[in-house]
C-alpha cells in the first residue's frame, strides 16, 4: 500500500510531526460523501411527498416525518465532517478546525434524535393497539409534544460533551470524536444514546407480539385482531431498520467496547464511520419501502401518464 509521508511545523512549536496519508483516504472519502448525498436528497424527497400530499398527513406519517428528519440531519453532520477529512487528506495537513467539537457535538445530537424518533414511533403504535381509546395520546398536538420532547433531550442529554474534554481531534481519522476509553462520558453515551432507545423499541415489539398472540386466543373481534396485526407490521418494520442501524454500526460498538480495555487499531474510525454511512442510505431506502402511504404517492407519480389532446379530423 502506497502512503505520503508529510512533515509539517505546529505553530509556535519547531518540532515536526510526520503522518502518513494512505492512498485510500481520498478515494473513501470520496465514496462516502457520494454515499451521503443521496441519502441527504432521498431523506428531502420523502419529507416533501409527506408535504404536499395531503393522504400522508396523519399522526403516524409525522412520526415517519419526525425520523426521516432526524436521519437528515445526522446525514448532515456527517457530510460536513467528511468534507473536512477530505480537504484536510487533499492538502495533507493535519488541521482542526474551529467547529470540529460543535459539529461532532450535534452529530451525538442527531443520532440520539433518530434513535428515540424510532423508539416514539414504536410506542405511538402500541398505543393503538392495547390503549384505542385513549384518545388524548394519540392526539396530533401530543404526539408533536412529545417530538419537541425528544429532541430536546437529544441536545440536552449529549451537551456534557463538549465541557467533559472528552472530544478530541484525531490526527489519524481527521476526525473529532469522543477518546475511546474507560470514562463516565463514554459509558453514558453508549448507555444514554444507543442502549436505552434501542432495547426499548425492541422491548416493545416483543409486547406487542405478546398482546396479539393473546387476542388471536380469545373471542376479538375480526377487526380488533385485523388492527393490531397492522400495527405489529409496522412496528416490525421500525425494528428492521434499527437492526440496520445496529449491524452496520457494529464495528462502531466493537471499538468503543475495545477502547474500554486496549487501544483501539489505527484508523478505527475511518472503518467505523464506512459502515455507518452506508446505513444511511439503506435506511432511507428502507423508509421508501416500509412507508406505503409515501410509496404509493411515488408508484403514482412514475404511473402517471401524460394527458394526450386529441385533434379531431377535420
Known sequence: MNTTTILFSLPNDSNSITINNQSWFIPLDII???????????????????LLDKTCHTVAMMLAANSCFAGLFFTFTLIWMTIVSLHNDLKQIQYEDPPCKFRTYISYSGVCALFYSYLLQSIYRYMLVV???RLLWQSTKFQFFLIILTWIAAFVGTSPYIPSGEIRYHVDDQICQLYLHVSIILIYD???????PINSTIFIYFKLVRYVKQINRRT????????????????????????????????????????LFTQPPKYHFRIAFTFVDISLLLIIIALFRFTDPVKASVLKIINKQPNIVVVPAI
Do not use: D, W
Open 131 to 133: 390503549y384505542p381509546t
Open 220 to 259: 376479538t373481534h375480526a377487526n380488533t385482531v385485523s388492527r393490531a396485526q397492522k400495527e405489529l407490521r409496522m412496528v416490525h418494520r421500525i425494528v428492521i431498520i434499527v437492526l440496520i442501524l445496529n449491524i452496520l454500526g457494529l464495528p462502531y460498538l466493537m471499538f468503543v467496547i475495545m477502547g
Open 32 to 50: 462516502l460523501i457520494v454515499c451521503l448525498t443521496l441519502a441527504f436528497i432521498l431523506s428531502l424527497v420523502f419529507l416533501c411527498i409527506i
Open 190 to 196: 453508549v448507555l444514554y444514546v444507543y442502549i436505552i
